[in-house]
């Protein structure tokens, strides 16, 4: 059982169900449930999709994710910026609403699915941290705003589109004269209503006597609320009569499991949206993933977790739907609520069956005005700008690339951010990387330790360089140690030892080590020697291998305070720095 639990998370967890499991999973089952709801429609319509599909997106792959996901609280689904994606790679292939939409997304979900799964098996789960954090937050920052923005339309009852911030806000300004007041007025009381239940309604249930653990779930709620109240208002006051847009008739049935046609032009079209989608959604289901597993001292891994989103994001175009992940406020839901096991995941999929069987004929009259308050609710709490103050004052090469995103995502679209923020993110590690930080360090008075010599007070010698890389040398930075190494020996012509301290060095490739050959060649041509000092064992291994030790003008030293010790000069003191940073 063990070792099918390696391969199969369930067969882990499922050994220990038990009745008090059993009840936990399914209280939080219900709950989920009850908020997945609202937000399925609301995201296959933010999707471009018919309102039938987010159902179908909340049913199969959660089963999926349930079989082959290693976290145990994770709600996987549609969510907010994957569904914006998705209409934005779909509006390039097919014409919203028509046969060719539905399968695309289908094929979008398995290509990623496809993908995801690929990354799993390779075990390169890796491959996610070289996307930067504060770059992800700003696509994410820039992609709410968008989101919010298209959303307007149905506010507005009036017909608007566009694919990046100019484009919607010039339709908007043009159809605004056409704002049907009915669906103006649901929206912004809906918007008002879930604003103010997030604040007001948990403290008015424990009023109620509500406990309260209890009064924040129900809080939570409130978007079905907001749905229930506004089909009866449709109802009462004929909106249908008055032109609001309304979902309509919503097909009951469940999905029918299928093999998207597959046509390879239109494969092609969408395998790179289909990748970005699939690394932007692993980024965001991980990092909750792995907070909410922290909280009860459990953990995820993360090369299964490509397996089972991808394995939940398959199952998802197998059912006719499009690409899901981890959704970070019904996980929270969901871990609040007291889940304990993916079994609740699964009578999750089970409650939303239920409801596309019995429930989609009371659906017909929901004002689209809703759903899309629902979505800007959801939505505007993503967005961060102080992540552009906190980079400013902390990185201002974060800050240029958190800027250069969000400014891209929302002049030219998801498609061209998300692009920029991967290569942000590259431009960031390589710049980081060709640029490490080099001290000149000298001996602490009365003790062993080196240190910087701009921030402490500390003994030099006038014959002794002695440089502290932290980092490990490359093809990258190898040149910038070689430039720093020549620039400080030309400020100082009294220099006849250069100690390289490799305390920080954890491994030097082999266009490194021909630089270091280069140098310490050049060092021998001019009567100088070069030294090494506290270099680590994998380190020393690799370059016992090679000629390079035999090579060296100086000599190894295990610590650098011994390495000074030898070098100083007879005939000079030492001499005292003191710099400020």
């Known amino acids: 059982m063990r070792a099918l639990a390696r391969y199969l998370p369930v067969a882990g967890w499922l050994r220990h169900y038990d009745r008090q499991t059993l009840s936990r999973d399914l209280l ?120 919010a923005f298209s959303q307007l339309k149905h506010l507005f009852g009036v017909d608007a589109g566009g694919h990046n911030l100019p484009q919607l806000i010039e339709a908007l300004a043009g159809s605004v004269g056409d704002t049907n007041p009915y669906a103006l007025a649901t929206g912004a009381a809906v918007i008002g209503f879930l604003y103010w239940s997030r604040r007001g309604a948990d403290s008015l249930l424990q009023r109620l006597s509500v406990p309260g653990h209890a009064a924040a779930l129900l809080a939570k709620a409130a978007p079905v609320v907001g749905v229930i109240a506004t089909i009866a208002i449709a109802v009462a006051f004929d909106f249908e009569g008055k032109q609001v847009a309304l979902v309509g008739e919503i097909p009951p049935g469940l999905p029918s499991l299928q093999l998207p046609s597959l046509s390879w032009p239109l494969v092609e079209s969408l395998l790179v949206p289909a990748m970005m989608i699939s690394i932007i959604g692993y980024v965001e289901s991980v990092s909750v993933g792995k907070t909410l597993a922290a909280k009860r001292r459990q953990k995820i891994d993360v090369n299964r977790e490509l397996v089972g989103l991808g394995a939940a994001n398959i199952g998802s175009g197998l059912s006719g739907a499009f690409p899901v992940t981890g959704g970070f406020s019904r996980s929270v839901v969901n871990f609040d609520a007291g889940a304990e096991t993916q079994m609740a995941s699964v009578f999750t999929a089970i409650g939303i069956a239920l409801a596309s069987l019995f429930l989609t004929p009371f659906l017909y009259y929901l004002p689209k005005a809703t759903l899309a308050a629902t979505i800007v609710v959801a939505v505007l709490s993503l967005v961060d700008l102080s992540i552009l103050r906190k980079t400013w004052r902390f990185s201002r090469s974060d800050f240029l690339a958190v800027a250069i995103t969000i400014a891209v995502t929302l002049l030219f679209g998801v498609e061209a951010g998300v ?30 330790h080196f240190r910087n010599v701009k921030r402490h007070e500390v003994l030099t010698d006038p014959q002794i360089l002695t440089i502290r890389v932290d980092e490990s040398l490359m093809f990258s930075n190898a040149g910038y140690l070689e430039d720093r190494i020549y620039a400080d020996l030309a400020a100082s012509e009294q220099v006849r030892h250069v100690i390289l301290m490799c305390s920080a060095i954890n491994e030097i490739d082999w266009s490194a080590l021909e630089v270091l050959e280069a140098v310490n060649e050049r060092l021998a041509e001019q009567g100088m020697q070069l030294h090494l000092s506290e270099v680590k064992g994998p380190v020393m291994d690799r370059l016992q291998s090679t000629g390079f030790l035999q090579q060296l003008s100086g000599k190894v030293y295990l610590s650098q305070y011994r390495a000074f010790v030898d070098n100083r000069s007879a005939a000079d003191r030492p001499s005292a720095v003191s710099e400020t940073a």
């Open 28 to 147: 939080a089952a219900a709950i989920v449930t009850v908020m997945l709801i609202p937000q399925s429609l609301a995201y296959a319509l933010l999707a471009g999709l018919p309102p039938e599909v987010g159902l179908y997106a909340s049913i199969v792959p959660l089963l999926a994710y349930a079989v082959f996901g290693t976290s145990c609280t994770l709600s996987v689904g549609p969510v907010a910026v994957a569904s914006l994606m998705s209409a934005a790679a779909l509006g390039e292939v097919a014409r919203t609403g028509s046969a060719d939409y539905l399968l695309a997304a289908a094929l979008l979900a398995l290509l990623s699915g496809l993908f995801l799964t690929l990354l799993g098996i390779l075990r390169l789960g890796f491959l996610a941290n070289f996307l930067s954090h504060p770059v992800i937050s700003g696509f994410i920052t820039a992609s709410g705003l968008l989101i």
């Open 419 to 448: 692009s920029c923020g991967v290569l942000a993110s590259i431009a960031l590690f390589l710049y980081r990387t060709s640029r490490p930080h080099i001290a000149e360090v000298g001996l602490v008075e009365g003790t062993e």
